[in-house]
C-alpha cells in the first residue's frame, strides 16, 4: 500500500467490482476517460479486473481509497517503458462528491513518488481532454506541464477536441518537493 496524505493506493482485488460497477457506465465520470467508448458490462469489468491481478511489467493499476478504506476510483500507469524509463498516468475519481476536494491532486502526488523514487521512471505523462479544465487545473498542481496538442484528436457530442499531453520530470518533481 502506497500512503498519501488524503488517500492510500492499493492492488485491484475482485471486491472492487461492486463499486467499479456504480461509475464506470456513467457519462459526466467516462467522459473524460478515452477508452469508455461503450457500456462496460459486468463481466468485462470482472475480466479488467483479473487482468489487473496478474503481474504486468507494463502496468501498474491501484484503487485509490480514503484512509477509511472507503473505494474512490483508481489510478494507473501504462505502457510503462523501462527502457526510456517512463510511463502514462490515467486517473479516475468514480464517486463525484470527492472531486474538488484534494483527493486526486494527493493520489497523484503520491503514485508520482512511487514512479519516480522505487520504480526509477524519469518522467510521467498524461493525455488529457481540452474540455477537461477540472482535470488540466489538478496536474497543473501537480507540476505537470503541457508538452503538445494533438489537434482535434478527440470526437465527442458531435465536435473535435484537443488533446493535451502533459508531461512531468524527475527532478521537475523534486523541485516541487522541496518547495513544499
Not at 500500500?1 to 461492486?18: I, P, Q, S
Not at 490515467?90 to 520504480?119: C, M, P, R, S
Request: hydrophobic fraction near 35%.
Amino acid at each position: 500500500m502506497l500512503e498519501g496524505k488524503l488517500v492510500n493506493l492499493r492492488v485491484v482485488e475482485k471486491g472492487d467490482l461492486e463499486e467499479i460497477m456504480k461509475w464506470v457506465n456513467k457519462k459526466e465520470i467516462t467522459k473524460y476517460l478515452s477508452y469508455f467508448l461503450y457500456p462496460i458490462s459486468q463481466e468485462e469489468e470482472e475480466k479488467f479486473i483479473e487482468k489487473a491481478l496478474r503481474h504486468n511489467d507494463s502496468e501498474k493499476n491501484l484503487v485509490i481509497e480514503t484512509k477509511d478504506k472507503e473505494y474512490l476510483g483508481q489510478i494507473n500507469l501504462h505502457n510503462i517503458d523501462w527502457k526510456n524509463m517512463n510511463a502514462e498516468l490515467g486517473i479516475v475519481i468514480g464517486k463525484e462528491e470527492y472531486w474538488n476536494k484534494g483527493y486526486g491532486a494527493d493520489a497523484i502526488k503520491t503514485l508520482l513518488d512511487y514512479a519516480f523514487h522505487q520504480l526509477n521512471l524519469y518522467k510521467v505523462y498524461l493525455r488529457v481532454f481540452e474540455y477537461n479544465e477540472r482535470g488540466i487545473r489538478c496536474y497543473q498542481k501537480c507540476g505537470f506541464k503541457e508538452e503538445r496538442r494533438l489537434r482535434k484528436s478527440h470526437f465527442f457530442e458531435r465536435k473535435f477536441y484537443d488533446v493535451i499531453i502533459m508531461g512531468l520530470l524527475k527532478e521537475e518533481f523534486e523541485s516541487q518537493v522541496n518547495q513544499r
